[in-house]
């Protein structure tokens, strides 16, 4: 793609669009915002949107009928129970219930209704803690490359290897020093506030809870609301209504992003749980088989009790139950080497490629023993999209979530390689997708790209003041070119060289080789030194010295409260602009996808009994709270 060419932009038609849509509780949320795109010019690409008018159901005059909107509907069924007394309280409680059965039921025959009618493809790619400055740190550090000299052997030897630079070749060659754009960039469309029910610091269940529900909930929160009531998420959404589902994702696939789409659970921490969401279990309405293509770390919450490399709390074998019930399991980089896409037709898939989560990409790509290695970011989102988009065929298309997890861990590490490095894998595999959408759409299928970040991580700075004197206005992205390792992996390769390493070991294999840093001063090494049984010591002590060096200031080893970089391209990619909420992004897919959140909802509610435990979860989840905290004098 060339960075002038501006990308395609697909609107609906307003007036029929909103008419048509699921719900009218989706409407009066979103009629205002919606209505502000109305002047806009309507452009109809050939070949799509004339098939599309065709599909679209006429007018409905029993859409004037209310529907209750998805609050009242949880405020219904949460509402204390009251025996009634006399005849003139029961009778209405009567007609009330036949009311709310009788809405409920035609709620329900909704998602089919519209159900054959419509075909799109949704992916929504996730930078977990990739706030606006990361994106700038990333651009600059690409930029940086492409103004030197040399640039061609600077990016072979830089943070990624060659076929990485190739993929982003578009973004840097011959753009000089400030012309370069990243694929994000060019695809920039406004703004998403990230706080949650609780904070206005969100974490990433309560924000992926936003994008997966469209409501706010409580910092732990997955796919439930703050009175404890499971949501439907659009994922579960989209396949009730017969479009096929994915998830990638380069955490535990059992970790709070991915989580929030096809679990229900007061506290993010019950991972044991979260897995037997995710393969389902026979007979109940909460836990089903929703997800057809999985791709991701965290195999051990899989595994059972008592067996190697589990950490289940209980015996309960997942990978099993997953195969009884069909599933294709693809375990680890050699099985997916013997996979084929076009071989999985008919079976869900589940790829599991570390115990816990998966490696950033620099060290990834730096890994030589063959049964540690794994596919990368964009392999996966490759075999995902190959996967949904053939079984879609026939069907009414997909909902697909691919999220650069661990963009989020390195910032909470402060460590700007590991950051640096998984940004560019998902800038990578950003210009994958975009090169796919454009293909689709230009095949005459819908489909609709939209990136985001569940909230921003670290509260980076491009600019640090190292001393007392007035600083110099600047930041040194070059003193991040020669880095091979994030500083988790550098940490840890120290603690496992206990006692051996020498303090000359870590001025060479750390300093030097990991970070290439060759100045290191006496005190670093110290600071690194103090820490060789500690892992996470020496990991930050290591971090802190590289971000000294380009000048990159952290407020935090958390996350932070500022809005966060909204971007989308394809498929009506006007339809979601300006400075949103996050509930506003998963609103837009439910809407563009035509899903009726509100009825798996209720069908969730149903299941209810036979897990939930109000007990469950930690302290903050059971004291939590819809209104924001105060300052109590901490300091
Ligand atoms: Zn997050």
Known sequence: MNGSVSPKQFVLDEETHSSSSDTASLIDRRGTEHDAGADEPVRYPPGVLSEEEKALPRRQNHLAVRIPTRQEVLDARTRPKQRPRRLGIVVPGLLALLGFAFLSTWVLSLGTQFGDQHRIQVILMISDGMGPASETMARSFVQYLASTNSSSSNFKRSLLNESSWTDLEDSYRGKGSMGGMLPLDEILVGSSRTRSSNSLITDSAAGATA????????????????SLQPCGTVLEAAKRQGYMTGLVATSRITHATPASFYAHVPDRDLESEIAEFLVGEDGSALKGLRVDFAFGGGKCFFLPNGTDGSCRTDGKDMLGAAKAKGVRVV???????AYKDEDSVDEPVLGLFASDHMEYEADRQRITALADEQ??????ATHALRYLSRKAKDNKGFFLMIEGSRI????????????????????QTVQYVKEWVDAQNEQGTPTMLISVSDHETGGLALGRQLGEAYPEYLWYPDALVNATHSSSYLGSLFASRYPAATRDWVISELFEKGLGIVDA????????????????GANRALADAISRRAQLGWSTAGHSGVDVNLYAYGYNSTGLTGNVENTDIGLHIAENMRLNLDVVTIELGKGQSSWFDAKAGNETTRTRTTGLGHYHGDF
């Open 211 to 226: 994008f997966s529900c469209g409501v706010k909930t409580y910092n732990g929160a997955i796919g439930v609301t703050p």
């Open 375 to 380: 596919p990368s970011l964009k392999e996966m």
């Open 408 to 427: 989020d861990m390195a910032a909470h590490n402060n460590d700007p390689v590991g950051h640096l490095s998984d940004m560019l894998a998902y800038q």
């Open 521 to 536: 001063a006496e005190w670093e090494v110290d600071a690194v030194w103090k820490m060789r049984q500690d892992a996470y």
């Open 331 to 337: 375990d680890g980089m050699t099985a997916l080497r």
